[in-house]
Nanobody
Framework: QVQLVESGGGLVQAGGSLRLSCAASGRTFSSYAMGWFRQPPGKEREFVAAISWSGGTTYYADSVKGRFTISRDNAKNTVYLQMNSLKPEDTAVYYC???????????????WGQGTQVTVSS
């Protein structure tokens, strides 16, 4: 069982930056692939980024490539999402996710956090 708690959301102007954090419980965090998803207002939840258990492999949605960076600190049981050059269309609830495999964490992860709101004003 893995419990995930996101933090770091808020209101930011277009062009600004935010860093989201996701703290995971459990001693097996380092064996899980981790991901970030988002759900814009009135839309379905969508994949944003994923990272392997070692941090050596990362994947990004085309819409965030070059602007967002996913990273992890296994010693702190935490995964991060650094978001730069934010746009109003990045406004969404951002969710952290965990799964034993990298492919599944980007599609149907086993564990979800409760979400954190990110609002980008124009």
């Amino acid at each position: 069982q893995v419990q995930l708690v996101e933090s770091g959301g808020g209101l930011v102007q277009a062009g600004g930056s935010l860093r989201l954090s996701c703290a995971a419980s459990g001693r097996t965090f380092s064996s899980y692939a981790m991901g970030w998803f988002r759900q814009p207002p009135g839309k379905e939840r969508e994949f944003v980024a994923a990272i392997s258990w070692s941090g050596g492999t990362t994947y990004y949605a085309d819409s965030v490539k070059g602007r967002f960076t996913i990273s992890r600190d296994n010693a702190k049981n935490t995964v991060y999402l650094q978001m730069n050059s934010l746009k109003p269309e990045d406004t969404a609830v951002y969710y952290c996710a965990a799964d034993p495999t990298l492919i599944t964490v980007a599609t149907t992860p086993a564990y979800w956090g409760q979400g954190t709101q990110v609002t980008v004003s124009s």
